[in-house]
């Protein structure tokens, strides 16, 4: 199982990392680990950074993230991929639902970066953000301020059809996702369950 979050980020998030103190080990093989890219945009006069992963294309959205978020960003991705995964797929307590946050800590066990963003992941992400934006301005007023509003954010452009040039049909991320995740699942002990809402304040904490 891989156990190496490598994270490629666009120009601009770059930026927001270095500013904040940010430091994450070069990744001497940009080939290796569980890819995830990351970019941001500004939407509602706010910060916002998508998160993809590469083989589903799902993404992460977090709202308003401070100084000390970009500083830790390590930190607050694990903890987000972990609950999200955990909330996604909706185990039942306690010993699936721990069997899985195990594997997934695992899979986030450790972080390498490199800069720059694939082509068709960042074509993904512009696409989310156009549909986030969409939703902000029709539904919204303000972009949501809490965890589980930032999931019900996700959840929409994660239901959306995607479609890679390799693909022959469109797919629908979360599913995607939520198999590959599911198929994590061995006959192991686990960690402690992740409450959703204290999600945030583990976040504001770090």
Known sequence: MTTMIHLHTSKIFNDDLSKSGFA???AENKNVGWHWYAHRVT???KKCIIVMEEASRYALIFVGLKKKDFAHF???LASRIVAEASWLCDLPHPRSNEQLIA???QKCSSFVWSPGLNRSVQSHIRQVADEVGCFADNRLEQLTKSTQGEF???FEVNKRYRKRKEDKDYFVPYKIWRTSLLALLTPQDGSNVINLA???KGRRGV
């Open 24 to 26: 994450l080990p070069v």
């Open 198 to 200: 204290d999600f945030r």
């Open 74 to 76: 390590d930190k607050v």
């Open 152 to 154: 019900a954010l996700g």
């Open 43 to 45: 939407l509602l006069r």
């Open 103 to 105: 594997a997934v800590e």
